[in-house]
């Protein structure tokens, strides 16, 4: 027996990008939507879904606005304890804070402790897919997916390679490394709403033959994502070119052992050469944006505009916890704010969609999640536009939904998630 529910509000989809023509045409208003069996059948007027649906459950959200759940891109779960850690660029941070912390997960209940907590609070801000990096332990990746499939999640996550450059202790092999991932890669990916990435660090912490046994085991499951940095500081570029000197450039010391693609992830990507932004563009590879993280450890301000006017595939991310939130609405608001540095006043429906149908496109899945359209899978979120004060009395005067909802953007928090279903089920609120 099918179970259907139907979802009143002002539910916000969107019909194409609004990197392309008018942004504030890129999306449409509905009164509701209806569910069945976890997706999404339509949107639509609420008297016409009633009529269709008469048996459905109905749920009134008032004036609250619902939409896809939001896709964060880029993430380390395992730095959840020691997010928001004083005073480090990115080479010192990792060795003052991120790897001892990532010692810990060898200890499977801590990993399962952690795990569950990363997925309550971003559940709680209204993130219901994530594409994380795990340790170099086999148990970080079993904690991260068992968490998220006792709570309905479609997640992505992989095993953290690195071989070099890093503590002892959180040092593989690039036996190992192939190994390790090649099972959990082969027991995780595509069950339930799961899927295993791939997961390089970065260039500096594998050697070129773990690289490219990183490179071969994608070759063999070339459905899977891979995800690693790329170009986030230019001390971190100084140091690949000393590392490869043979290569053209950073994307190169990827690019060599098979490690560039359609499905990659590359996190940062804030310096890149000529060639390199070339190379990731004919491939259709993915950047992924990490604004509050690139201004709190730093590392310099992505250009949108050009990435956009090149044609990139781009997403966003929370990078936590080299990120100073777990909140996608905290990290619309940065990368607004790093849009304006950079001479480009990023629309409310842009970063919206970046948040959301952008990011499921950059990690291959905007076939479904990410929007609200026929068939999609319904993770979905209620956002109140009154959360705060601040927040009610600016939106009370807005004359469009893109003014209504951009003071939440800027200034909204865990507060502004009413309600969040994963899979169609009530996840919270």
Request: net charge negative; proline share 5%.
């Amino acid at each position: 027996m099918s179970s259907e529910t139907i979802l009143k509000g002002r539910v916000l989809g969107f019909t194409g990008s609004p990197f392309e023509g008018d942004p504030a045409d890129a999306a449409r208003l509905d009164e509701a939507v209806l569910i069945r069996d976890g997706r999404i059948v339509r949107a639509g007027g609420a008297a016409d879904l009633r009529a269709a649906a008469p048996d459905a459950t109905v749920e009134d959200l008032g004036e609250a606005v619902i939409t896809a759940g939001f896709v964060d891109a880029h993430a380390h779960y395992p730095q959840t304890a020691m997010i928001a850690s004083w005073g480090k660029r990115l080479i010192d941070w990792l060795n003052a804070y991120t790897f001892p912390e990532e010692m810990r997960f060898a200890d499977p209940a801590y990993a399962s402790e952690i795990a569950g907590r990363y997925l309550d609070l971003t559940l709680s801000n209204g993130t219901t897919t994530v594409a994380s990096y795990c340790t170099i332990h086999p148990e970080s990746v079993e904690a991260f997916f068992s968490a998220a499939q006792s709570r309905g999640l479609r997640a992505a996550a992989g095993k953290t390679c690195m071989n070099r450059n890093a503590p002892e202790a959180l040092c593989d092999t690039t036996q190992s490394a192939y190994d390790d991932s090649k099972a959990l890669l082969e027991k995780w990916h595509g069950t339930d709403r799961l899927s295993y990435i791939v997961t390089p660090r970065f260039s500096p912490t594998s050697t070129p033959d773990q690289l490219s046994a990183m490179g071969a085991l994608w070759a063999e499951h070339p459905d899977c994502l891979m995800q690693t940095h790329l170009s986030e500081q230019p001390d971190e570029v100084d140091w690949v070119k000393s590392l490869f000197p043979e290569a053209r450039d950073y994307l190169d010391t990827y690019e060599a052992h098979g490690l560039l693609g359609a499905r990659g992830l590359y996190g940062h990507a804030i310096y890149l050469e000529p060639r390199e932004r070339d190379r990731l563009r004919e491939v259709g590879a993915a950047l992924i944006h990490c604004p509050t993280s690139n201004t709190f450890i730093g590392s310099g301000l992505f250009n949108m505009a050009l990435a956009k006017a090149e044609g990139h595939r781009v997403g966003l991310a929370t990078d936590t916890g080299g990120g100073s939130s777990f909140s996608m609405l905290r990290t619309m608001a940065a990368a607004y704010e790093i849009g304006q540095l950079t001479g480009t006043a990023l629309h409310p429906a842009q970063l919206y969609w970046l948040a959301t149908a952008g990011s499921a496109g950059a990690m291959h899945m905007d076939d479904k999640i990410g929007n609200i359209a026929p068939g999609m899978e319904a993770d979905l979120i209620a956002l109140d536009l009154a959360s705060t004060p601040a927040i009610a009395q600016r939106a009370a005067s807005a004359e469009d939904i893109w003014e209504a909802l951009f003071p939440t953007i800027m200034m909204g928090d865990d507060r502004a998630i009413k309600a969040v279903w994963t899979g169609g089920r009530r996840a919270l609120g």
